[in-house]
């Protein structure tokens, strides 16, 4: 028989695409496997538990979901409207089948669940200082509205909680938390 060939990438490739049309409960090795056309050995060589095969599946789904577009802000993009677009794409990406995944990743075995729990700290790290540069940096934010308690922090990680809380919720917009930003720091 000949050897299978493939990657832990086009594994998690596989994984991903059932996870989002179906959700993470619907990874299972063997059906991975047969997506992939190799056998339930294979996918245990890269990921030796189910557990593993689905934190490194959230984590990829998670990590398109929050970087990609959102590492760069566009040219003299305001806090507002990178907020704004950020939601968009968030409620995009988690409101159809990852509305779910946080629930899900709490299923998991504790040494898989603490591993996935890192991941989306990292990831949510990054997207906080990502809010925090583009904050900083937006000439039309009044910057006598960013003293005291009200810290460029304290706006962006108010943002990124509220952002999803309002995706769990299903809200469309987000509108009421973006317009509280949008009073809090502009004209």
């Known amino acids: 028989m000949p050897r299978q060939l493939t990657s832990r990438e086009e594994i998690l490739d596989s994984s991903a695409a059932l996870a989002k049309e179906h959700g993470l409960d619907a990874i299972i090795i063997r059906g991975v496997a047969t997506a992939r056309g190799v ?8 990921f030796p538990s189910r557990d593993e095969l ?7 789904l998670f990590g398109e979901a929050f970087y ?8 003299d993009e305001s806090y507002l409207a990178y907020c704004k677009r950020l ?13 779910g995944w946080l629930a899900q990743l709490q299923g998991l075995e504790p040494g898989a669940r603490e591993a996935g729990r890192r991941r989306m700290e990292e990831l949510l790290s990054h997207m906080l200082r990502g809010l925090e540069d583009v904050l900083a940096a937006d000439p039309q934010v009044r910057a006598d509205r960013l003293s005291g308690d009200l810290s460029v922090e304290g ?8 952002m999803f809380d309002a995706v769990r919720r299903g809200d469309p917009d987000c509108t009421t938390l973006l317009a509280l930003v949008e009073r809090a720091l502009y004209e």
């Open 39 to 46: 056998s339930t050995g294979t996918i245990y060589n890269y």
């Open 155 to 162: 706006v962006c990680r108010l943002t990124l909680n509220g």
């Open 68 to 75: 990609e577009g959102f590492c760069h802000p566009e040219p």
């Open 54 to 60: 689905v934190a490194a599946t959230a984590e990829r």
């Open 87 to 99: 939601y968009a794409s968030l409620h995009e990406r988690l409101s159809n089948s990852g509305s």
